[in-house]
């Protein structure tokens, strides 16, 4: 199987390519230099993508919100109700900005964000069920072991 269309053959392509060389031609040079710096810059450009945020970072400090170890269930749920609505605010200033953006590039998107938004308000209006649903038990199970702790 041959790598060259059957008219050229390896011999032939460098002759061709060394005739292109022997000519004298006042562009041949700068061209070629050109081509030759923006074939390495290319090549320059993937080996330092290759090598951004490959690394790990030395001596980043993580901090972890602690809890207190007596907290109850209903505390729990009621955080996590707040983080699923800061999460939602934070959400819509995120898609306020990326709308604008569609917007300035003519990029059609309330469409999909009527059906998007109505499918969100779906799965969070089910959560936040589940979640008043075990705010009640929780409630519910601590009202009535909470009084017999007391002395």
Known sequence: MAIFPRPVSPKSAAGDLWSY???????????L???????????????VDGNTNTMPTRNKIIY??????????????LQQKMDIAKGEAILKTQQREMQGLADAFGIDWRTDAERNKLRRDKALKDINAQLDAR???????????APAQQP
């Open 33 to 47: 230099g050109l081509s030759a710096a923006i074939t390495w810059v290319i090549i320059w450009g993937f080996i």
């Open 64 to 77: 972890v919100k602690s809890w207190d170890a007596n907290r109850t269930d209903a505390a729990v749920i």
């Open 21 to 31: 060389f022997r000519e004298n031609r006042p562009h041949k040079w700068p061209i």
């Open 135 to 145: 705010l009640a038990k929780a409630e519910a199970t601590e009202g009535s072991v």
